[in-house]
């Protein structure tokens, strides 16, 4: 069965960098778009980043665009994202998730915390 | 980017009511509308898809409308599991957007 399973979260001090992945297991990350979703405690979801099934689209929210960088890899079948300069605002839980016009399978999501 | 306003924000509702969330883009997303459902520590569930679809294995009790820029969520007889907050999310434009949420608490 499909499944998304996160890692990498953790606590971070403001400007430093952290790198989420997904595992994901009953499909191809190749066969989907993958988006990024993010959800600040006690706050509303964020949509961050998508690429598409083939890797050629990729799109950003304007709050993360220049400092976060989502890519896959085929081979191990992952999601990843990159988060660059990281500031108080992007502490959230972060979610992966399968979708081309709607988000039809989620990960448990990774806590990222922004703290000095 | 287009933004998403869900109403009410918060709700009282009694087992059994049915219940009618709104939400209004700020242009049009044709029917690129979709719905989630969320109970506290859990991930988002896909409820609705393409404004009026019933995503698989959501219960029929569930309905949505709408195209354009205004839609709508409604329970038919609201349930107890049903308590939790729904998001309308749009996917029209490149850069997706989600309602501020609603949530559905016990009257």
């Known amino acids: 069965q499909v499944q998304l399973v996160e890692s990498g979260g953790g606590v971070v001090q403001p400007g430093r960098s952290l790198r989420l992945s997904c595992a994901a297991s009953?499909?191809?990350?190749?066969?989907?778009?993958m988006h990024w979703v993010r959800q600040a405690p006690d706050k509303g979801l964020d949509w961050v980043a998508v690429?598409?099934?083939?890797?050629?689209?990729?799109y950003y929210a304007d709050s993360v665009k220049g400092r976060f960088t989502i890519s896959r890899d085929i081979s191990k079948n992952t999601l990843s994202l990159q988060m660059n300069s990281l500031r108080a605002e992007d502490s959230a839980l972060y979610y992966c998730?399968?979708?081309?016009?709607?988000?039809?399978?989620w990960g448990q999501g990774a806590l990222v915390t922004v703290s000095s | 980017d287009i933004q998403m306003t869900q109403s009410p924000s918060s709700l009282s509702a009694s087992v059994g009511d049915r219940v009618t969330i709104t939400c209004r883009a700020s242009?049009?997303?044709?029917?690129?509308l979709n719905w989630y459902q969320q109970k506290p520590g859990k991930a988002p569930k896909l409820l609705m898809y393409?404004?009026?679809s019933l995503q698989s294995g959501v219960p029929s009790r569930f309905s949505g409308s709408g195209s354009g820029t205004d839609f709508t969520l409604t329970i038919s007889s609201l349930q107890p599991e049903d308590f939790a907050t729904y998001y309308c999310?749009?996917?029209?434009?490149?850069?997706?957007?989600f309602g501020q949420g609603t949530k559905v608490e016990i009257k």
């Open positions: 009953g499909f191809t990350v190749n066969s989907y778009a």
């Open positions: 690429i598409s099934y083939d890797g050629s689209n990729i």
């Open positions: 998730a399968r979708g081309g016009t709607r988000l039809d399978y």
């Open positions: 242009q049009s997303v044709n029917s690129f």
């Open positions: 999310q749009q996917s029209y434009s490149t850069l997706w957007t």
């Open positions: 393409a404004a009026s």
